[in-house]
């Protein structure tokens, strides 16, 4: 495979080939680099670095174990697989990496108030948490439909303190959420700071958000390699966003022998139009303030998308994942629901562990692929969270 020099990514002013950049408004744009530029020297700050690295190990509970899903990869009689456990983290996934992450920069930036919108609940949790535990007020918009159906999670982000804001406009979902909490932010962008929950969004939210997650991908590599003495054949994980799949694909990158592959929600099926397989199936065009392929209308406006999983449930996706696309550094697959359903009940019951319904597509993916590789070859999946969240759907859905 040909090399690449990754370190560099992305440009100056947030390029990552011809993706990403910083389409806002010119008042923003002052805002945006203003946080890069704090992003910058707070990182480089050794005090920073050991703060982080404290709460990393007393508050989350790193490093997350590397396991070797012995009974599975039997089961399936081909490749050994392992799982990287983001779902033992202190709040049940690898969310809570880059919340920690954006909370002491924020309260670095001296800003008083953290906005962030969610849709099924588990950014505004790992948010309210973050900012709980760095005493810096949190406001989640959510739409009032998602708030009828993830009322745990909308109690959870009240218990931490968090102002929960009710969406009723549009279809009261995700996307209303985020124009409502991105006009709330308007109103202060100077001393509000606008969390953003993947890879996402204008520069430097994909850079800073990928930066923060690399640290799967730093403990996982040198774990496997105790284990081992090798690298893994195989690295995957699951895409919404692509947050935790950029956190573990990160370390690998330069890594030629190491073959990578991101998993899109197939949802229903690729040739329905009920699927979020941005990658796969969209074209490069703009969303959220950057430039990324983009599952849209023939008029550009953003299509209605659908996964089992809330968390992949985006019609867009990071400008890395675009580049690493085009490049041929990573390759893109989908599972669909129902592979994603099975997955989720063997992991649960030939391992006792239950992952998230977003994790479930990445050991979907695996589960497919180990048979068709030989004993002596490795998978390492993401885990990128816990699944107790999904479990009275799933039991509904199977009639368990
Ligand atoms: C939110 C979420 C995802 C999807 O987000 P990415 O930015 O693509 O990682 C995946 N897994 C879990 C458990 C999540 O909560």
């Known amino acids: 495979m040909k090399r690449f020099d990754f370190a560099p990514m992305p440009t100056a002013d947030g390029y990552f080939g011809d993706y990403g950049g910083q389409i806002v408004p010119p008042e923003l744009k002052q805002i945006m680099d203003d946080i890069d530029r704090a992003y910058e020297e707070i990182r480089q700050q050794p005090e920073f670095q050991a703060e982080l690295a404290m709460l990393h190990a007393d508050y989350v509970g790193r490093p997350s174990p590397v396991y070797l899903a012995r009974r599975l990869s039997e089961q399936l009689g081909g490749a050994r697989i392992y799982l ?73 982000m009240k218990i931490l303190g ?34 953003i929950g993947s890879v996402v969004g204008p520069h430097p939210f994909p850079k800073m958000v990928r930066d923060f997650q690399s640290i799967i991908g730093r403990e ?18 699951c895409v919404g966003g692509g947050s935790n799949a950029m956190g573990l694909f990160t370390a690998f990158l330069d890594d030629e022998d190491v073959r990578i592959v991101g998993v899109e929600p197939a949802g229903k099926g690729l040739d329905t139009p009920d699927h979020a ?60 629901d129902d592979e994603c359903l099975d997955a989720y009940m063997t992991l649960s019951r030939v391992e006792g562990i239950i992952p998230a319904l977003e994790s479930a597509h990445a050991v979907a993916w695996a589960m497919r692929t180990a048979p068709t590789l030989g004993r002596d070859q490795s998978i390492l999946i993401n885990l990128s969270g816990r699944g107790d969240k999904d479990a009275d759907y799933v039991a509904e859905r199977l009639g368990l």
């Open 220 to 237: 996982a590599r040198e774990q496997f390699l105790a284990k081992t003495g090798t690298l893994p054949d195989i690295i995957t994980a």
């Open 277 to 336: 397989a941005t990658l796969s199936k969209g074209r490069p065009g703009q969303l959220h303030g950057m430039k990324c392929y983009v599952l849209e209308d023939a008029a550009g406006e953003p299509l209605p998308v659908h996964s089992i999983a809330s968390g992949l449930d985006y019609p867009g996706i990071g400008p890395q994942h675009s580049y690493l696309k085009d490049l041929g550094r990573v390759e893109y697959d989908t599972a669909t």
């Open 162 to 195: 968090c102002k929960v804001v009710s969406v009723t406009r549009g279809t009261a979902t995700l996307k209303d959420a985020v124009d409502s909490a991105f006009e709330e932010y308007l109103k202060d962008p100077v001393n509000s700071i606008y969390a």
């Open 84 to 156: 990287k456990r983001e779902d033992l983290n202190h709040t049940g996934a690898h969310k809570i990496n880059h919340c920690l992450g954006e909370a002491l920069l924020a309260k670095y930036m001296g800003k008083t108030k953290v906005l962030a919108e969610t849709g099924a609940g588990q950014h505004g949790v790992a948010l309210a948490t973050a900012c709980a535990l760095v005493g810096i007020p949190c406001e989640i918009h959510m739409g009032q439909v998602d708030i009828e159906k993830e009322h745990p999670n909308v109690t959870k």
